[in-house]
């Protein structure tokens, strides 16, 4: 079964500072891995993914997430971070046992902490 | 833009009573799907539909029953709610397989359960 995991509960940086959220998973065959956020009070919205292509995916807000199939890593960056970034970030990847509903595989998330 | 809502933001109900959770998505999509969201546990799926009065069950649907009658709605219901089912429910939407944007999931805002 595919997984997604994230090892950091919490991820604290300064304004301005490059921001790193870490995601590794375990899929047979090929990945479809996305990023999604979720600000206070609100659902989560979807950031970007990676289906193929460049290893190197942009989405909104100006994060950016590089694929690794090497180290089966999935990591979120962003060069320059803003206070507003503060949120509760979520890895995910495709469901592979079921077509019929496109279901996702959610990691635990991690909370990602922009100080002034 | 896609939109997803749920009938309530809080809701707090008694042990034992029967709970009706809504979720309604404009966008004509066929698939809709009811998580739980926890702590540390990220999101878990309960069950999902990818058709009028199609279901299925996802990861932890004991306690849980569910409802599409129309495209647009999709219902989740706990016969008999429990102090373990506090917590947040957010309900999402996506495209079918084979479009381009299939596994894109729309959130509503989430539902934030208190069973006392």
């Known amino acids: 079964a595919q997984s997604v995991a994230q090892p950091e509960d919490q991820v604290n940086v300064a304004e301005g500072n490059p921001l790193t959220v870490k995601c590794t998973y375990s899929?047979?065959?090929?990945?479809?891995l996305f990023w999604y956020v979720q600000y206070p009070n609100r659902g989560l919205q979807f950031l970007l993914k990676?289906?193929?292509?460049?290893?190197l995916v942009k989405g909104s807000y100006g994060f950016e997430a590089e694929f690794n199939k090497s180290q089966t890593s999935f990591h979120l960056k962003k060069p320059s971070a803003l206070v507003s970034d503060s949120a509760l970030y979520f890895c995910?990847?495709?469901?592979?046992?079921?077509?019929?509903?496109?279901?996702?595989?959610f990691g635990g998330g991690t909370r990602l902490m922009v100080k002034p | 833009d896609v939109k997803v809502t749920q009938s309530s933001r809080y809701l707090v109900k008694r042990t034992g009573e029967k709970v009706f959770l809504e979720c309604v998505q404009d966008?004509?999509?066929?698939?809709m799907f009811w998580y739980r969201q926890d702590p540390g546990l990220g999101l878990r799926l309960i069950y999902f539909s990818y058709d009028v009065k199609m279901k299925e069950k996802g990861d932890i649907p004991e306690g849980y029953s569910v409802s599409r009658e129309k495209k647009e709605r999709f219902s989740l219901i706990l016969e008999s709610a429990s102090t373990n089912q506090t917590s947040m429910y957010l309900c999402?939407?996506?495209?079918?397989?084979?479009?381009?944007?299939?596994?894109?999931?729309?959130f509503g805002p989430g539902t934030r359960l208190t069973v006392t």
């Open positions: 966008m004509d999509h066929e698939n």
């Open positions: 990676y289906i193929t292509g460049d290893n």
């Open positions: 995910a990847v495709r469901d592979l046992n079921n077509n019929a509903g496109n279901m996702l595989t």
């Open positions: 999402a939407s996506s495209f079918p397989h084979g479009q381009p944007r299939a596994y894109e999931q729309y």
């Open positions: 899929v047979s065959g090929n990945p479809y």
